[in-house]
């Protein structure tokens, strides 16, 4: 008879999963509450690092074993949390899409720059830096916390981008709220950034981002040549919360992207007003009608109904592509047949949470210079764990 009793590496596994969740909510329950004595006490020129880590062994991360890194970011950590916790975000002169996303990021502060410590060590542990050499792009940085990171470790030439021109002002606004300076602000996407290495000569040798895979349209384009940014050394390190191999996570995600097909929203404080409130459903049968009807295209209401459906996870150009591939040939586009729920935006292709097919990924990243390519965590770990990301390097 098979032996359905869990080994003891799962059962240790689970308990070092449920411990590092524990410690990590604790923390981010009474870290501000230290932060504060501190400084009520006039303490706050003493570092807490040392007793009171972002990264530390068992955290729920795997951290280098180059301990100077380490602590190197720990002291950043917590410098930069101590900035952004007594910042009051209100008066800041930004979007209230960003006032809402900073605020809701300050409330579970203590782990979101645990993540961004995280995923920073490793990206400068590749190659043992100089962080005076390094130039660091933080790739789709929204409010800006990873490369304020950068910044407090003592990376000189730091860099932003966001696909948002909103979110490139409000990220330069936090950044002088914080009294720290980025080298410069990419606004666009990848292609934007390959030109702007064409006219500058600046290419970089650490790539991160957090949470941005998963909303980039094109994500096979996009592996396949962000060789094109990199200098011929060059570490990148880019992480997702679209992690498929957990259950939870990946039934989430799907019930996410059907209420997003079939459901439109209304407008709410903090919207992102690049994107649709509309289901996007709807939205890509307008596009297909507007586009029949300015052609002179002939079809049915069953037709358009079909295309609508299939169309799913298309930008508007495509979705018109699509429309003309079916009148010549008849020919419907191919839906994802791994993971079916997935959808975009139809207007600006940002991805609902797009589960993707990470070995896929790898492969494609494999074809470039980048070589040295694995997903992150390992794999026996994936199914439990809430991240899943792509290191590589060169």
Not at 43 to 64: A, E
Request: charged share 25%.
């Amino acid at each position: 008879m098979k032996n359905i009793m869990p080994t003891k590496r799962i059962v240790n596994d689970l308990y070092l999963s449920i411990f590092s969740n524990l410690r990590r909510i604790i923390n981010n329950i009474y870290y501000n509450n230290i932060i504060q004595k501190t400084q009520k006490f006039d303490m706050s020129k003493y570092l807490l690092g040392y007793w009171f880590p972002f990264l530390y062994p068992g955290c729920g991360f795997s951290i280098p074993r180059n301990k100077k890194l380490v602590r190197q970011i720990n002291i950043a950590a917590e410098r930069l949390y101590r900035k952004i916790i007594n910042l009051d975000i209100s008066k800041l002169g930004i979007s209230d899409y960003n006032k809402k996303y900073l605020t809701d990021k300050k409330k579970i502060l203590y782990i979101e720059i645990q993540k961004y410590s995280y995923l920073l060590s490793w990206i400068l542990s590749k190659y043992n830096y100089d962080l005076s050499k390094c130039c660091f792009l933080d790739y789709g940085g929204g409010t800006g916390l990873l490369s304020l990171l950068a910044l407090e470790a003592g990376i000189k030439n730091v860099y932003y981008n966001d696909i948002y021109d909103v979110s490139c002002r409000d990220a330069a606004v936090i950044a002088k709220a914080v009294h720290l300076k980025r080298k410069d602000y990419i606004q666009g996407d990848l292609d934007d950034i390959i030109q702007y290495c064409k006219n500058t000569g600046i290419y970089f040798n650490a790539i991160g981002s957090y949470d941005v895979i998963e909303h980039i349209y094109d994500i096979k384009y996009f592996f396949l040549n962000i060789d094109k940014i990199a200098h011929n050394k060059c570490t990148i390190f880019m992480i997702s919360g679209a992690n498929p191999y957990n259950k939870k996570i990946k039934n989430e995600l799907m019930l996410q992207h059907k209420k997003l097909e079939n459901e439109s929203r209304n407008k709410y404080y903090g919207w992102k007003q690049r994107d649709t409130l509309e289901s996007y459903h709807s939205v890509r049968k307008r596009i297909i009608e507007q586009y029949i009807d300015q052609n002179n295209i002939k079809l049915k209401q069953d037709e358009i109904q079909l295309l609508s459906k299939y169309t799913r996870g298309m930008v508007k150009q495509d979705i018109e592509k699509s429309v003309d591939q079916y009148i010549k040939n008849g020919v419907l586009p191919e839906i994802d047949k791994k993971f079916p729920t997935n959808t975009c935006d139809p207007y600006t292709g940002n991805w609902a949470e797009h589960l993707m097919d990470f070995d896929m990924l790898i492969n494609i990243l494999k074809t470039t210079n980048f070589k040295s390519a694995r997903v992150v965590p390992d794999k026996d770990k994936l199914s439990s764990s809430d991240i899943i990301g792509i290191f590589a390097s060169k």
